[in-house]
């Protein structure tokens, strides 16, 4: 998609969380506090669509620091 939509300045991103603290699954047996927070996801987002228009981020693997 992304080299489809190259000719029309659209850039594509996949952004791949690892655990991430919401209320879509319970996660049962993990460490709630050393998941990643919805802000952390955010704030990638907000990377991407402020990058320099001469750069390029394609994918963006996040995990967190300390095994949940």
């Keep these: 998609m992304a080299e ?7 850039r594509v991103a996949v952004i791949c969380p690892g655990s991430t603290e919401t209320d879509l699954s319970p996660h049962e047996g993990k460490d709630h506090s050393k998941m990643l927070q919805p802000d952390d996801i955010a704030h990638v987002v907000a990377m991407l669509v402020t990058q320099a228009p001469q750069s390029f981020v394609s994918e963006v693997l996040l995990r967190p620091t300390q095994k949940p």
């Design 4 to 10: 489809e939509l190259r000719k029309h300045t659209i």
